[in-house]
């Protein structure tokens, strides 16, 4: 079994204990390829439905295909994924707005225990004091929660005045002497994973341009990204043409370096994803990893302002999954 598989299967398997029952029933009957097995399950038995989703993943019919049924589990977990959300909002729109779930005030390390009535009288303030209606059995239940609510959140007040003044202190700040300013070491913008030359490059495009993305909601300056980007750029035709430009902006930077690492645009990277086929020496992972590569490219090139195409995540996902499941080699039929 293929450790892509073996993950794939261990994320469905993770999933399936955060469903309910009418899931667990829903997804067995959709894989279900024998109506009489369904029969014997029940939308309350969830163990039972839980055993019949992980024995349909390991069945001899997902085993036996060419891709060892990776493309139908990773179906599947897409199908559990939206199952847990719907389920989570779900929940969350059923839970009242602005409720306090905890009337009674949070303890304190300055609360001591509750005195006598006539100790409070002498300790509190005054107006923490609120006398209760003299008929409090024939006053709605909901005046008396907010009356409680109330008087919570003065004691609340009171603790936080009466704490203050012992545990607020004002501490000096260190000045530093402007002779010793020259001494402090500024973060600089660096580039990571090689060199750019005029004739071949270490690094690819979309690495130095999401690292530039990182620079920038760092808050590093336009010219100190550019400058961090030269860099790493090997003395040559290339280094001069950019040095030489005045006022290089990030955008104008992007568009030089997507030209001299020959970047393929959006849509030559669509067609790549939806012909593509596993090579004589490649294997099944091999071939996988291409395409998590290439999809993973074509998705952060569609987010980029630039770009001449942009394609939705659903589209190329989908894409994606007819690729993995077609465009495996036929050798592999056994495996």
Same mark, same amino acid.
């Given at each position: 079994?293929?450790?892509?598989?073996?993950? $794939?299967?261990?994320?469905?398997?993770?999933?399936?204990?955060?469903?309910?029952?009418?899931? *667990?029933?829903?997804?067995?009957?959709? /894989?279900? @390829?024998?109506?009489?097995?369904?029969?014997?399950?029940?939308? @309350?038995?969830?163990?039972?439905?839980?055993?019949?989703?992980? &024995?349909?993943m390991q069945s001899g019919a997902l085993l036996g295909s060419e891709d060892e049924g990776v493309g139908e589990l990773?179906?599947?977990?897409? $199908? /559990?994924?939206?199952?847990? $959300?719907?389920?989570?909002?779900?929940?969350?729109?059923?839970?009242?707005?602005?409720?306090? !779930?905890?009337?009674?005030?949070?303890? &304190?390390?300055?609360?001591?225990?509750?005195?006598?009535?006539?100790?409070?009288?002498?300790?509190?303030?005054?107006?923490?004091?609120?006398?209760?209606?003299?008929?409090?059995?024939?006053?709605?239940?909901?005046?008396?929660?907010?009356?409680?609510?109330?008087?919570?959140?003065?004691?609340?007040?009171?603790?936080?005045?009466?704490?203050?003044?012992?545990? @607020?202190?004002?501490?000096?700040?260190? $000045?530093?002497? *402007?002779?010793?300013?020259?001494?402090?070491?500024?973060?600089?913008?660096?580039?990571?994973?090689?060199?750019?030359?005029?004739? &071949?490059?270490?690094?690819?495009?979309? &690495?130095?341009?999401?690292?530039?993305?990182?620079?920038?909601?760092?808050?590093?300056?336009?010219?100190?990204?550019?400058?961090?980007?030269?860099?790493? /750029?090997?003395?040559?035709?290339?280094?001069?043409?950019?040095?030489?430009?005045?006022?290089?902006?990030?955008?104008?930077?992007?568009?030089?370096?997507?030209?001299?690492?020959?970047?393929?645009?959006? @849509?030559?990277?669509?067609?790549?994803?939806?012909?593509?086929?596993?090579?004589?020496?490649?294997?099944?992972?091999?071939?996988?990893?291409?395409?998590?590569?290439?999809?993973?490219?074509?998705?952060?090139?569609?987010?980029?302002?630039?770009?001449?195409?942009?394609?939705?995540?659903?589209?190329?996902?989908?894409?994606?999954?007819? !690729? /993995?499941?077609?465009?495996?080699?036929?050798?592999?039929?056994?495996?």
């Amino acid at each position: 079994m293929s450790r892509v598989r073996k993950e $794939v299967v261990w994320s469905i398997k993770r999933s399936l204990f955060k469903l309910s029952g009418a899931n *667990l029933y829903q997804i067995a009957k959709d /894989i279900a @390829t024998d109506s009489s097995e369904i029969e014997e399950l029940s939308a @309350t038995d969830e163990e039972e439905c839980t055993d019949y989703i992980i &024995s349909y993943m390991q069945s001899g019919a997902l085993l036996g295909s060419e891709d060892e049924g990776v493309g139908e589990l990773l179906m599947l977990n897409d $199908v /559990i994924g939206r199952m847990i $959300v719907e389920a989570e909002l779900a929940a969350a729109a059923k839970t009242p707005v602005g409720t306090n !779930t905890s009337p009674t005030p949070p303890p &304190s390390d300055h609360t001591s225990p509750p005195p006598s009535p006539n100790a409070n009288n002498a300790t509190m303030p005054s107006h923490l004091h609120s006398n209760p209606p003299v008929n409090a059995t024939a006053q709605p239940v909901e005046d008396l929660r907010m009356l409680y609510e109330e008087l919570g959140e003065k004691l609340r007040q009171w603790e936080t005045t009466a704490s203050s003044p012992a545990s @607020t202190q004002n501490t000096p700040e260190r $000045v530093v002497p *402007l002779k010793d300013l020259p001494y402090f070491q500024r973060r600089e913008f660096k580039v990571h994973g090689g060199q750019i030359g005029d004739q &071949s490059s270490e690094v690819s495009y979309g &690495s130095i341009s999401k690292q530039i993305d990182e620079g920038v909601r760092e808050g590093f300056a336009d010219a100190e990204v550019v400058r961090g980007v030269l860099r790493i /750029i090997k003395p040559g035709t290339f280094r001069d043409m950019l040095s030489n430009k005045d006022d290089l902006a990030i955008p104008e930077l992007r568009v030089f370096l997507r030209s001299h690492l020959g970047e393929k645009a959006t @849509t030559e990277m669509f067609q790549e994803l939806m012909c593509a086929r596993q090579a004589e020496q490649e294997s099944p992972q091999q071939f996988l990893y291409r395409m998590i590569g290439l999809k993973q490219r074509l998705l952060f090139q569609s987010k980029q302002a630039d770009t001449d195409i942009s394609y939705d995540p659903k589209t190329i996902q989908e894409v994606f999954l007819n !690729t /993995i499941y077609q465009g495996l080699g036929a050798k592999h039929a056994e495996l």
